[in-house]
């Protein structure tokens, strides 16, 4: 049963910064990092496909920045088999790729930043050990597979945070995620939204325009009752819908006074949506 507490507003913008203090979006055994064999960049004139192949299902949390264009992809306990990896490419499309292994407290993940020449729609879709990114652009000729080619180098440290304990990881039997609860928490300068998520969900946002809403897609995810509207009232958050929006995804949308900056916390208990212009 879907709970909700207090009741905020909340506002949004156009950029979605990733927190690496990463809890929520487990793929596998806590110790057991999955490895991120290749990654494969192709597609036609029409579109950019880019296909990351590992040795088991990915989570992972998804960015979008803008000016320039961006797409970021963090795998959580997982790592690339090959080293950090820098490629530029010309024309209209893709313009930049960097794949790069980080570490944490313990924890690996596996970064994929994507930086485009313009801003296009896109899709990511999971298929087992398969990611697939669409993105409608001309896709760089000619096709491009990266992959281990020596030894691999020492993932990249970064700097502490506070630990948090594993979220329960993916099952691979394909049992889905339950959202439990929203909480809103809202002010006239900035508002938060927690969502409490039993299991591990793939996480990607989006921003729309008149009216400026935040849309958050949470993947092999399921939700009771199936569609629920939460009035927050005025503020920068002005109301929260849930539905389940496939079979397979649960869609949480804030309705926002204003663009506004937000990002993305995974939490112990699921992930926090921070709003407002003081949101980094």
């Known amino acids: 049963m879907l709970a909700n507490a207090a009741r905020p507003r909340t506002r949004r913008r156009r950029v979605c910064a990733v927190v690496l203090g990463l809890g929520l979006l487990v793929a596998g055994a806590a110790n057991a990092a999955s490895v991120v064999s290749s ?19 990915l989570g992972y949390l998804l960015s979008e920045g803008h000016a320039p ?3 970021s992809l963090v795998f959580t306990d997982a790592r690339f088999a090959f080293a950090t990896t820098h490629r530029t490419f010309e024309g209209d499309g893709l313009v930049e790729l960097q794949a790069i292994t980080l570490t944490r407290e313990g924890s690996t993940v596996a970064k994929l930043d994507l930086r485009f020449a313009r801003e296009a729609p896109y899709t ?4 087992r050990a398969l990611t697939r990114v669409r993105v409608e652009v001309p896709a760089p000729r000619p096709p491009m597979v990266i992959r281990a080619t020596g030894p691999v180098e020492a993932p990249t440290p970064v700097r502490a945070a506070p630990t948090r ?17 929203v909480r809103p928490e809202s ?4 508002a938060r939204l927690a969502l ?3 299991g591990a969900a793939a996480v990607t946002t989006q921003t729309l325009e008149r009216p400026a809403r935040i849309i958050v897609d949470l993947q092999d995810t399921r939700v009771e009752p199936t569609t629920r509207t939460i009035p927050v009232g005025r503020g920068l ?3 929260v819908r ?6 397979t995804a649960v869609r949480v949308v804030c309705e926002l006074a204003h663009p506004t900056r937000f990002r993305v916390e995974p939490t112990p208990e699921g992930l926090i949506l921070h709003l407002g212009e003081g949101v980094r």
Not at 39 to 55: F, K, P, Q, R
Not at 187 to 190: C, N, R
Not at 242 to 247: N, P, R
């Open 39 to 57: 990654i494969t960049v192709g597609g036609d004139e029409h579109a950019l496909l880019v296909e990351i192949a590992a040795s088991g299902p």
């Open 69 to 71: 264009f961006t797409l």
């Open 124 to 127: 990511v879709t999971r298929e």
């Open 165 to 181: 304990p594993p979220a329960p990881p993916l099952s691979l039997d394909g049992t889905a995620a339950v959202l439990r609860a």
């Open 187 to 190: 002010s006239a300068q900035g």
């Open 196 to 198: 409490d998520v039993d």
């Open 237 to 239: 958050l002005r109301q």
């Open 242 to 247: 849930i539905s389940q929006h496939t079979a």
